[in-house]
């Protein structure tokens, strides 16, 4: 079976803080692909990273960055100097390979406080 | 501009009013899906198709159809709505339909009330 866990459902920080959003998934493949996505208050939901399970490099793109660890099963994301319109829901994602569905987990919602 | 369409955005019915939801892509994906958003709950897939004439049902299936008669369009169908099915929906599509390669492209969700 296939689980995403995302522990903190609500986290608050003031402008210009770092942040780190946490996500533990689990599944038995060993061929998967890990997401994470945005939804800012307008509701949709913004593509942000796509992690194949081959590739344990961490990744930055501005002021996000991510970490993988296949050995914790873990993916957190991290918002350098956050601002306020990095305020919004986060979602982790898991998808194994073949005809499963991509599994979110709970969501952690992100107030910025300027 | 490539994107996933659905229409209507919001909806208030009454229980037991047949009612479907559009869903549109212009990108030619081969893999479509529908989420349902909840408080608490994140989202949970409720049926996918992995091309034409090809559907199976997601993780909450019950009280909903679908239907892939074309490539770019996947409705949603609630044959009798119900209270329990007020929720934020989502249509996605990815290219192919091992979706681990390809991004999952979101519409701009749905939001229905069933009183």
């Known amino acids: 079976a296939q689980k995403v866990t995302q522990a903190q459902t609500e986290i608050s920080v003031v402008e210009k803080e770092d942040v780190t959003l946490d996500c533990v998934y689990e599944t038995r493949d060993t061929t998967y692909y890990l997401f994470w996505y945005k939804q800012p208050p307008s509701g949709e939901l913004v593509f942000l990273i796509r992690?194949?399970?081959?590739?344990?490099q961490n990744e930055i793109s501005g002021r996000y960055s991510w970490n993988f660890q296949k050995s914790t099963s873990s993916f957190n994301f991290t918002i350098t100097a956050s601002q306020v319109v990095d305020s919004a829901v986060y979602f982790c994602a898991l998808l194994n390979s073949g005809n499963t569905p991509l599994v979110f987990g709970k969501g952690t919602r992100l107030s910025v406080i300027a | 501009e490539a994107q996933v369409t659905q229409n209507p955005r919001y909806l208030i019915t009454v229980t037991g009013k047949k009612l479907t939801v559009t869903c549109s892509q212009n990108m030619n994906h081969e893999y479509m899906s529908w989420y349902r958003q909840d408080p608490g709950l994140g989202l949970r897939q409720i049926y996918y198709s992995m091309n034409v004439e090809v559907t199976d049902k997601g993780d909450v299936p019950e009280g909903y159809k679908v239907s892939r008669k074309e490539k770019r369009n996947f409705p949603l169908i609630l044959e009798s709505p119900s209270p329990n099915q007020t929720s934020l929906y989502f249509c996605?599509?990815?290219?192919?339909?091992?979706?681990?390669?390809?991004?999952?492209?979101f519409g701009p969700g749905t939001r229905l009330t069933v009183l």
């Open positions: 996605a599509s990815s290219l192919y339909a091992s979706g681990g390669y390809n991004e999952q492209f």
């Open positions: 992690r194949n399970s081959f590739d344990e």
